[in-house]
């Protein structure tokens, strides 16, 4: 994969592993495995898990600065709603944060920080809930060749 000439671009190359089973890898090498096999995260889960990592990055970046949590779990979920002519879609998104900080000035500070970064997440901040909530034409090209493999 090839570094991007464009710094605000991203990508990721997929590549299966056999029917059903897929790894993502970015330009830096990291890797995950998803798909429809027992184990794996399928590319739904993929997208709520997407949407509260961007979220949580946001609130723990800013609320580790005054203190580590003792409980920091965000539940992503939604309600898979098929429509018009059998096209399936996510409906009723929602996030929940469940954290918990110290009893100590850096505790509270914390504490009282996690609404407003929520928000600031939600509002501002989060590529991904943000590109959902917003809708983004997804554009594909597609290169099909038979015979030797490329």
Same mark, same amino acid.
């Given at each position: 994969m090839s570094e991007n000439q464009d710094s605000n671009t991203r990508s990721i190359e997929l590549s299966r592993?056999?029917? &059903?089973?897929? =790894?993502?890898?970015n330009a830096a090498g990291a890797e995950v495995e998803f798909g429809q096999a027992e184990g794996l995260l399928s590319p739904v889960e %993929?997208? %709520?898990?997407? $949407?509260? &990592? !961007?979220?949580? $990055?946001? *609130?723990? *970046?800013a609320t580790s600065r005054s203190a580590e949590p003792t409980r920091f779990e965000v539940t992503a979920s939604g309600? @898979? +709603?098929v429509g018009e002519g059998g096209a399936s879609r996510m409906d009723h %998104?929602?996030?929940a944060f469940r954290l918990a900080f110290g009893d100590d000035a850096g505790g509270q500070k914390a504490a009282s920080m996690v609404e407003r970064l929520v @928000? %600031?997440?939600?509002? @501002?901040? !989060? =590529? +991904?809930?943000r590109t959902v909530e917003h809708g983004t034409p997804v554009d594909f090209d597609v290169d099909v060749s038979t &015979?030797?493999?490329a």
């Open positions: 592993q056999k029917t &059903g089973h897929y =790894t993502a890898r %993929l997208l %709520l898990a997407a $949407i509260a &990592g !961007c979220s949580a $990055i946001d *609130v723990d *970046v309600d @898979k +709603v %998104l929602n996030l @928000k %600031l997440s939600h509002d @501002k901040h !989060c =590529t +991904v809930s &015979g030797a493999s």
